[in-house]
């Protein structure tokens, strides 16, 4: 089921949180954001618990992107899968960094928090 617009764009600021500088530079921050059993599974097959993609998250800066194609279903009261395309413009005039994410959130003590994210590089 399609969530509630007020619901999307809830999860559009949450997750352009998780990609911002001010976050990269706090573990608190980046904690707050995960739930304890966090899982990634990045490009080529890599995979993160949260104490793994805070520590290589940490102090880093992200780059600028932008979010296409966003979408929200919710799963069941508490959970929530978000769907989009992440582009990241380089400068140099290359083409850009296009990839493919999802993400799942579950809803605990009142708070969203990301459970599981996947992303792939996509053309």
Do not use: C, N, Q
Not at 54 to 66: C, M, Q, T
Request: glycine share 4%.
């Amino acid at each position: 089921m399609t969530a509630k617009p007020d619901l999307a764009e809830h999860f559009r600021r949450l997750e352009a949180e998780l990609v911002s500088a001010d976050v990269w530079r706090s573990r608190e921050a980046l904690e707050a954001r995960m739930t304890p059993d966090f899982v990634e599974f990045a490009a080529a097959g890599r995979v993160y618990d949260r104490a793994a993609l805070v520590a290589a998250l940490l102090g880093k800066e992200p780059g600028a992107r932008r979010v296409e194609d966003f979408t929200v279903r919710e799963l069941a009261p508490t959970i929530a899968l978000v769907t989009y395309r992440s582009v990241i413009d380089r400068p140099s005039g290359d083409p850009p960094s296009i990839s493919l994410r999802s993400s799942i959130w579950r809803l605990e003590d009142g708070r969203w928090r990301m459970t599981f994210h996947h992303w792939t590089p996509a053309g």
